[in-house]
């Protein structure tokens, strides 16, 4: 006999029963008969999709086709997919307007939609799919506060746009307004850089917050490994998302709840790969929150001292040169870790949502970085020997900034 540990096996129903069985429960059943349901399914985890589709914003026009992927991968694996809206507000375009005033309330009201749907509606596991800046972190504040099996779908990043030779995004056309104001960009440049610079769907292309949450999300395990640097137009942003949601299945019959894969090691771990990316410096406020919702204690102290023992190691935008998509074909978030890991510098007994460990994950990854690309450095020879998000504090900011 194995002397292997067997993980139990849960009613994949267990909270969706409280309101699909018994006789006092026919009056519920017959409304979800209306909808197509068959006797059968009855029996089956009722899993959530909290789709972020919208127009509003690229970020979030192309999370349609990942909501029915994962609708798929749920129902081939024996579940019934119940999807619900969550909204979004478009940093890009709410800067330097009053409607900025609604961005980071839009990431409560985003975690209060996933948990009062969760929760009201007794499903057994929610798949988040979300884009745009606070849709990360608004999602997994909802996952921690419902606390039911749950796995996050990053929506994915755009691919560049291209102009006179030189690769574009975003913040090229903010660069490009800059130099119009001082006369050293034509008109002409500068409207043909606007209508070039985003080709498509996908959140925007450097390591801004977007993607900085959806790797940090990797890294702690909620999402599934190399999925958070795939561009949104590729199909493999597709098959992750189908990919995902029969992980979540499993994380279901095994009863793998985000407050299991959240917790201050985890934390930790998604914290230093912040710091070996160059991320955004709102990971600092968003973590805070994240950390609340699993009630783990992790204060802005903490930042400082993961940042002063990890080093830069990734040449991203906005202070480098790549975009998320050169690190996705560097090795992805996976080769950032297995580096960290070696240096000692990552807990691999981290739980992540597929049951195994961090470690386990990054089995296989190679120790070191490719030699035929620029984009991660070797941890001997970093961009920067120290993390960049410096906590400061001071008479100006004595609880520190």
């Known amino acids: 006999m194995s002397d292997s540990k067997v993980i139990p096996i849960r009613p994949v129903n267990e909270r969706s029963a409280h309101i699909t069985q018994g006789k006092s429960r026919a ?7 209306a909808m197509g349901y068959q006797e059968s399914d009855f029996s089956k985890p009722m899993v959530g999709v ?3 589709h919208s127009t509003i914003t690229p970020c979030n026009s192309g999370l349609q086709k990942l909501a029915d992927a994962a609708i798929e991968g749920i129902e081939e694996a024996g579940g019934n997919a119940q999807v619900f809206g969550t909204p979004t507000i478009s940093d890009g375009m709410a800067m330097g307007t009053e409607g900025m ?3 980071l309330v839009s990431r409560e009201v985003i975690s209060d939609c996933i948990e009062t749907c969760v929760q009201g509606q007794w499903m057994d596991g929610v798949v988040v799919i979300g884009g745009c800046d606070k849709n990360m972190p608004g999602g997994l504040m909802g996952m921690l ?3 039911v099996p749950a796995i996050y779908v ?5 691919l560049p746009g291209r102009y006179q030779g030189k690769d574009l995004n975003i913040v090229s056309v903010f660069e490009a307004v800059g130099e119009n104001a001082a006369g050293k960009l034509s008109d002409h440049d500068l409207h043909e850089i606007e209508k070039r610079a985003i080709p498509g769907t996908g959140s925007c292309g450097g390591m801004y ?3 900085t949450m959806s790797s940090a999300f990797e890294a702690l395990g909620i999402s599934l490994p190399y999925s958070s640097t795939m561009a949104n137009p590729h199909d ?4 992750s998302a189908k990919e995902s949601a029969r992980v979540l299945i499993e994380a279901i019959k095994k009863g793998i709840k985000p407050r299991d894969i959240v917790t201050r090691q985890s934390i930790e771990n998604a914290v230093a790969v912040i710091m070996a990316i160059g991320g955004s410096t709102n990971a600092v406020l968003h973590f805070l929150a994240i950390a609340h919702a699993a009630e783990v204690e992790w204060t802005i102290d903490d930042f400082e001292r993961v940042r002063q023992k990890t080093p830069v190691l990734c040449d991203l935008k906005p202070s480098g040169q790549y975009l998320a998509v050169d690190l996705h074909q560097a090795g992805g978030i996976p080769q950032v870790m297995k580096m960290l890991l070696v240096a000692g510098l990552l807990h691999g007994d981290c739980l992540t949502i597929t049951g195994q460990t961090i470690a386990e994950v990054l089995k296989d990854v190679p120790d070191a970085p490719r030699a035929d690309q620029n984009v991660i450095r070797p941890i001997d020879k970093p961009m920067y020997a120290q993390g960049h998000l410096a906590i400061l504090k001071g008479n100006l900011s004595p609880e520190g900034a």
Request: charged share 20%.
């Open 27 to 33: 009056p519920n059943r017959s409304m979800y008969y």
């Open 50 to 52: 909290a789709n972020g």
């Open 101 to 103: 005033k609604y961005s």
């Open 145 to 147: 506060r419902a606390n």
């Open 154 to 158: 990053y929506g994915g990043t755009i």
């Open 209 to 211: 917050t977007a993607n």
């Open 236 to 239: 493999e942003k597709r098959n």
